[in-house]
């Protein structure tokens, strides 16, 4: 069974500094993963994917991503925090097996302080 | 830019009642999709739809119909509205095959059954 886990239910840093929001899963076989974003009050955004290749994943407003096959981790990463980067995000994997399922983790809230 | 239109931002209904949740969007998508998103839960799948009226249940069907007449429009329907059913629903979109993750979001509706 597929399954995704956010340990941490709440991120907090300080403008400029790096960040970091934990994602690790566990499928049969190799997995298609991805994160999405929900600012207050709106929908989830997609943010960016890993399918095959490059262990660096890049994505939208500067977030980048990296697999680790050893680990089962797909970490979400910013170099440099904005206030605005606070919101809820959310770790997701599908199996490359086939199937339409994409499996959501519980969400991890990031607060970022000026 | 692709829009899925959820019809109400905010909805009240009483138990028992019929509630329908309509979403529309205007990208030609094939995949369409109806989560609802609870706290410490994340996002779970309740159906899917990959085409005009085709649809698969997800992980949380009971309680739940779908209808798809149209490829733009994917309604969800409680049948009888139960307080257990109060929550975040939100619709989502992608184009591609049956495998292709959900990429586009609504706005979501927050429905409270009292």
């Known amino acids: 069974a597929q399954s995704v886990a956010q340990p941490e239910d709440q991120v907090n840093v300080a403008e400029g500094n790096p960040l970091t929001v934990k994602c690790t899963y566990s499928?049969?076989?190799?997995?298609?993963l991805f994160w999405y974003v929900q600012y207050p009050n709106r929908g989830l955004q997609f943010l960016l994917k890993?399918?095959?290749?490059?262990?660096l994943v890049k994505g939208s407003y500067g977030f980048e991503a990296e697999f680790n096959k050893s680990q089962t981790s797909f970490h979400l990463k910013k170099p440099s925090a904005l206030v605005s980067d606070s919101a809820l995000y959310f770790c997701?994997?599908?199996?490359?097996?086939?199937?339409?399922?994409?499996?959501f983790g519980a969400g991890t809230r990031l607060f970022v302080k000026a | 830019d692709v829009k899925v239109t959820q019809s109400s931002r905010y909805l009240v209904k009483r138990t028992g009642e019929k509630v329908f949740l309509e979403c529309v969007q205007d990208?030609?998508?094939?995949?369409m999709f109806w989560y609802r998103q609870d706290p410490g839960l994340g996002l779970r799948l309740i159906y899917f739809?990959?085409?005009?009226?085709?649809?698969e249940k997800g992980d949380i069907p009971e309680g739940y119909s779908v209808s798809r007449e149209k490829k733009e429009r994917f309604s969800l329907i409680l049948e009888s509205a139960s307080t257990n059913q109060t929550s975040m629903y939100l619709c989502?979109?992608?184009?591609?095959?049956?495998?292709?993750?959900?990429?586009?979001f609504g706005n979501g509706t927050r429905l409270t059954v009292t």
């Open positions: 890993y399918i095959t290749g490059d262990n």
């Open positions: 739809s990959y085409d005009v009226k085709m649809k």
């Open positions: 989502a979109s992608s184009l591609g095959t049956r495998e292709t993750p959900p990429l586009h």
């Open positions: 997701a994997v599908r199996a490359n097996t086939g199937g339409f399922k994409t499996i």
């Open positions: 990208m030609d998508h094939e995949n």
């Open positions: 499928v049969s076989g190799n997995p298609y």
